[in-house]
């Protein structure tokens, strides 16, 4: 089972090759796009093990060069000097702007690898082979690269877009069963801020999609990869549509970075979803039933959906401040109207920012 999809950006675009059981063959189909004769395969201690030298040796076996430079695993590691230590490693092994990166791993070594791609000799291209669910079915797409300062998340970064992104459903089966139902937030995003139907389905077909049936999973990546390629044509640098993908991830990433990043993104989003619908019906843009819709949605799929009542909600509120999507002093929300569609506005009192964060436990 095999699908392709293609996001449409011009001299900029790019294929998605999404199916189960495709990693044997990412070497041949590298060969044949010609990007690169040699690449720097970028990835975690973790996946590293798991699939480092096995993808080096796909990649060997297609006639191209592939040579594996690993980092300590976690989200304490996007940081600029990391990417200062990897770009070194390349210089010091000569690679040159013919060369090529691969992101083989999850979302912060996808993020990483696109931001070295974007400024190492000004350029080189890059492909991502996300390994988990987060990154098939969000960061691996679009071109948003970065790393983290310690006054917030991903404040450091480029619009960069990869050169190919391969998607092999089967390294699902060695993802901790926190991070799959982690990324399963970032699904839940696209139906409740853009497809009430594909929010439905997803209900529907909650039982199929945890045991990992690929009569399940394949289209469900699929759906998530369609709607935002749909988004980045027509936004790719985030000047206005592209800013409903960030649905719970203003109050998300808050909460993320107040819990010094233990808490992973997947349940951080999970609970901005929660607060930012809240939010919506606090101010009267939402009906109370989005937020039961929305809330038993995340619970169906062992998300998290309360703000700990341990963090700081001071601290909270400061890194609100510093989120990428705060203009002027003023921060944007992404509200939900109902499931499916949503709306964007600075519109929101102090007071029932206030409320929402002070809930160690949100009603409901």
């Avoid at 450091?156 to 998607?167: D, E, K, L, M």
């Avoid at 937030?185 to 439905?200: L, Q, S």
């Avoid at 401040?321 to 203009?327: H, L, R």
């Amino acid at each position: 089972m095999e699908q392709t999809i293609q996001v449409g950006l011009g001299e900029r675009s790019y294929p998605i090759t999404i199916g189960t059981g495709i990693f044997q063959r990412i070497g041949a189909a590298l060969q044949a796009a010609g990007h690169a004769k040699r690449y720097a395969i970028i990835s975690d201690d973790r996946v590293a093990s798991l699939y480092g030298r096995q993808l080096q040796e796909i990649v060997q076996q297609a006639g191209l060069t592939g040579e594996l430079i690993v980092f300590p695993q976690g989200e304490a590691s996007k940081r600029l000097a990391t990417i200062e230590q990897l770009a070194s490693r390349l210089a010091a092994g000569g690679f040159d702007r013919k060369d090529g990166l691969i992101a083989l791993g999850g979302g912060v070594t996808g993020d990483m690898t696109g931001f070295l791609a974007a400024i190492y000799m000004r350029g080189i291209p890059f492909v991502q082979i996300p390994t988990t669910l987060l990154a098939q079915v969000d960061s691996s797409v679009g071109g948003k690269t970065g790393v983290d300062l310690a006054q917030g998340k991903n404040l450091v970064g480029a619009f960069y877009q990869p050169r190919a992104v391969f998607i092999d459903t089967e390294v699902l089966r060695t993802l901790p069963e926190e991070e799959f139902f982690g990324g399963m937030a970032e699904v839940i995003k696209y139906g409740a801020a853009i497809d009430a139907e594909f929010f439905a389905w997803l209900d529907q077909q909650r039982e199929a999609i945890v045991s990992l049936d690929p009569a399940a999973i394949v289209p469900m990546i699929r759906r998530c990869c369609e709607l935002k390629a749909m988004v980045v044509e027509q936004d790719e640098r985030e000047g206005g549509l592209r800013r409903i993908l960030n649905f719970g991830h203003t109050i998300g990433h808050a909460v993320e970075a107040a819990s010094g990043y233990r808490l992973i993104h997947g349940y951080a989003v999970a609970i901005g979803m929660r607060a930012v619908a809240e939010l919506a019906a606090r101010i009267g843009v939402a009906d109370p039933s989005v937020v039961a819709q929305i809330t038993r949605l995340l619970r169906a799929y062992h998300l998290p959906t309360e703000i700990p009542a341990d963090q700081d909600r001071a601290a909270l509120r400061a890194y609100l401040s510093t989120d990428k999507k705060t203009v002027g002093g003023r921060i944007f929300f992404v509200l939900p109207e109902r499931i499916g569609t949503v709306r964007i506005t600075d519109q929101v009192g102090e007071a029932d920012i206030a409320a929402v964060l002070s809930a160690g436990s949100l009603p409901g």
